[in-house]
Nanobody, 126 residues
Framework: QVQVVESGGGLVQAGGSLRLSCAASGRTFSTYAMSWFRQAPGKEREFVAAISGSGVITYYADSVKGRFTILGDNAKNTVYLQMNSLKPDDTAVYYC???????????????????WGQGTQVTVSS
């Protein structure tokens, strides 16, 4: 059975850093693309970042470019989201999602993702 599990969320002050982890298990995901989305209270879920199975191709939402970095470790079927210079607007539940590749639909197309995690809360205080 496929499982996608996020971890690393928490409470941090503005300007601080956090690193989220997403571990996928139940099959080999080395060729699969993995992405991060987030959903703030009262708002729609939005795309944050994506990485191809090879780790060569990455995409970022404009709101996080230059502050967040997505990294992959195929040996561990794990993807990380390094978040620096955090702002209160980054407060949200962060979700990890998996799909077969980034070459078809846009990385922010949520309907194209096969597996989703349960989310991890990130709270940035001002």
């Amino acid at each position: 059975q496929v499982q996608v599990v996020e971890s690393g969320g928490g409470l941090v002050q503005a300007g601080g850093s956090l690193r989220l982890s997403c571990a996928a298990s139940g099959r080999t995901f080395s060729t699969y693309a993995m992405s991060w989305f987030r959903q703030a209270p009262g708002k729609e879920r939005e795309f944050v970042a994506a990485i191809s199975g090879s780790g060569v191709i990455t995409y970022y939402a404009d709101s996080v470019k230059g502050r967040f970095t997505i990294l992959g470790d195929n040996a561990k079927n794990t993807v990380y989201l390094q978040m620096n210079s955090l702002k209160p607007d980054d407060t949200a539940v962060y979700y990890c999602a998996v799909r077969t590749s980034l070459s078809s639909q846009a990385p922010g197309d949520m309907t194209s993702y096969i597996y989703w995690g349960q989310g991890t809360q990130v709270t940035v205080s001002s």
